[in-house]
């Protein structure tokens, strides 16, 4: 067990605080006198408590009061944070929830209609039928073919 | 704090409270020396305890409309300082315990043992020595010795038990002065 831990230590401990009851406190003092390890450590403690006193005195380096002030002053000529916005005063806060839902919804629906229109049409406005290009195989100059046919070199000597 | 004291800061803390931001100030001027240096003696370093005893009033106002005087205004504010200076040092990562043998000196090379304990020397050893605490053992031993709070204030504020509060300052008187005996080679009593 260590120091710290002994009952005795935390006993002594809340007794320099005058943290312990009477009749304990009276028990305690009667023992310490007459244990010279309790004794010494109830002097220790003593004088440890008296050393708090030359804790260096640190200050802050100015008026701390007039800094909070003026910032507080600041923010309320800023403007109240409780004034009413204007979509606050359209729109009641019962029926803002309810209300971005519904617009979502609208837009999404009608969205979907107008595609859906205009798939529809696409044939009737196509005059021609679309030429694939698959069939360009068949041509006679080949897909990425640099000359015609007459003036071919290989269509010559075949020939 | 006397009765007349006590009486203008229920007077102050009153209009504070209805938003009066003159009542306010001449309450942070009222406490301002002791937060800042209850903030200095967790955090160790001048400018964050600025800082931090700034940010701490303005939380107290935000939260002054709320406050009940179940506890003294000091402690409460104490409170709000304990909490952002522990916010900050969790940041920093500094919390955990400091080894006490990790060859760092505790005092200044130059002066003897018997000059350490004189004066003003004496309160700087201290100082160090407390900043080598862990958090838990620094702030009961602050708020105990520095601020005279009563067990049950300081279990209040730190959120434990008062038995806990209780076992707690022993264990951080027995490390200190562990650490004053490892400064000075010498055995500190009275």
Same mark, same amino acid.
């Given at each position: 067990m260590?120091?710290?831990?002994?009952?005795?230590?935390?006993?002594?401990?809340?007794?320099?605080?005058?943290?312990?009851?009477?009749?304990?406190?009276?028990?305690?003092?009667?023992?310490?006198?007459?244990?010279?390890?309790?004794?010494?450590?109830?002097?220790?403690?003593?004088a440890l408590r008296a050393e708090f006193a030359t804790l260096p005195q640190e200050s802050p380096d100015f008026d701390l009061g007039h800094v909070i002030e003026a910032?507080?002053?600041?923010?309320?000529?800023?403007?109240?944070?409780?004034?009413?916005?204007?979509?606050?005063?359209?729109?009641?806060?019962?029926?803002?929830?309810?209300?971005?839902?519904?617009?979502?919804?609208?837009?999404?629906?009608a969205l979907g209609l107008q595609l859906g229109t205009l798939l529809l049409e696409q044939p009737a406005r196509s005059a021609r039928e679309p030429r694939l290009v698959a069939m360009a195989v068949f041509d006679p100059i080949a897909p990425g073919g640099l000359c015609p046919p007459a003036t071919c070199f290989g269509m010559e000597t075949s020939r | 704090m006397d009765?007349?004291?006590?009486?203008?800061?229920?007077?102050?803390?009153?209009?504070?409270?209805?938003?009066?931001?003159?009542?306010?100030?001449?309450?942070? %001027?009222?406490?301002?020396?002791?937060?800042? $240096?209850?903030?200095? #003696? +967790?955090?160790?370093?001048?400018? !964050?305890?600025?800082? &931090?005893?700034?940010?701490?009033f303005l939380k107290a106002w935000q939260a002054l409309p709320g406050w009940r005087p179940r506890a003294r205004f000091a402690t409460w504010l104490l409170q709000i300082a304990r909490n952002a200076a522990l916010d900050t040092l969790r940041r920093r990562q500094l919390v955990?315990?400091?080894?006490?043998?990790?060859?760092?000196?505790?005092?200044?090379?130059?002066?003897?043992?018997?000059?350490?304990?004189?004066? %003003?020397?004496?309160?700087?050893?201290?100082? $160090?020595?407390?900043? #080598? +605490?862990?958090?838990?053992?620094? !702030?009961?031993?602050? &708020?105990?010795?520095v601020e005279e709070l009563s067990y049950t204030e300081i279990a209040a504020l730190i959120g434990v038990a008062e038995g806990t509060v209780k076992s707690r300052l022993a264990r951080a008187r027995a490390a200190l002065l562990a650490l004053l005996r490892h400064t000075t080679g010498e055995r500190h009593e009275g």
């Open positions: 260590r120091d710290e831990d002994c009952p005795r230590m935390i006993a002594l401990s809340a007794l320099v605080d005058d943290e312990i009851a009477a009749e304990a406190r009276l028990t305690l003092l009667a023992h310490a006198r007459h244990c010279p390890l309790c004794g010494a450590a109830l002097a220790e403690l003593r910032r507080l002053r600041a923010q309320t000529s800023a403007g109240p944070a409780s004034r009413p916005r204007l979509r606050d005063r359209l729109f009641p806060s019962g029926l803002r929830g309810l209300l971005m839902p519904a617009v979502g919804a609208a837009t999404a629906l | 009765d007349a004291s006590a009486a203008d800061e229920a007077g102050w803390i009153a209009r504070a409270q209805r938003g009066d931001p003159s009542a306010f100030a001449a309450l942070v %001027r009222l406490h301002q020396q002791r937060v800042f $240096r209850f903030i200095l #003696r +967790l955090t160790g370093s001048r400018e !964050e305890a600025m800082e &931090l005893t700034q940010d701490s955990e315990f400091a080894p006490l043998d990790d060859g760092l000196p505790l005092s200044d090379p130059a002066p003897g043992p018997d000059e350490l304990w004189a004066g %003003r020397q004496r309160g700087v050893v201290l100082d $160090r020595a407390l900043r #080598r +605490l862990p958090f838990e053992q620094r !702030e009961v031993l602050l &708020l105990r010795e």
